[in-house]
């Protein structure tokens, strides 16, 4: 089992920053992709950004430019920090978690971004 815990969401005018946090816990496998995903009222759930335990980053092409993905191993806490943030990236932020496999894979409870304009 991985517990994830995020922190860091909030409400920020447009153009406005945010760094959100999300630190694992529990039995963490030393290769692994962990990732942020997004939902929006009414909309599914969609990959914002991933970032592997070898540092290989990947960006959904909205964010690109603007947010940044990062990660402490040692510390076993991925960081996604926003910048120029806009009101359609207002949503509920969930931080994943998967083996290298895939076949073990956790979700964090969810942390709201409320971008106002």
């Known amino acids: 089992q991985v517990q994830l815990v995020e922190s860091g969401g909030g409400l920020v005018q447009a153009g406005g920053s945010l760094r959100l946090s999300c630190r694992a816990s529990?039995?963490?496998?030393?290769?692994?992709?962990m990732a942020w995903y997004r939902q929006a009222p009414g909309k599914q759930r969609e990959l914002v950004s991933t970032?592997?335990?070898?540092?290989?980053?990947n960006y959904a092409d909205s964010v690109k430019g603007r947010f940044t993905i990062s990660r402490d191993n040692a510390k076993n806490t991925v960081y996604l920090q926003m910048n120029s943030l806009r009101p359609e990236d207002t949503a509920v932020y969930y931080c994943?978690?998967?083996?290298?496999?895939?076949?073990?894979?956790?979700w964090g409870q969810g942390t709201q971004v409320t971008v106002s304009s």
């Open positions: 994943h978690y998967r083996n290298w496999a895939g076949n073990y894979n956790y």
């Open positions: 529990g039995s963490i496998f030393s290769t692994n992709v």
């Open positions: 970032i592997t335990s070898g540092g290989t980053t």
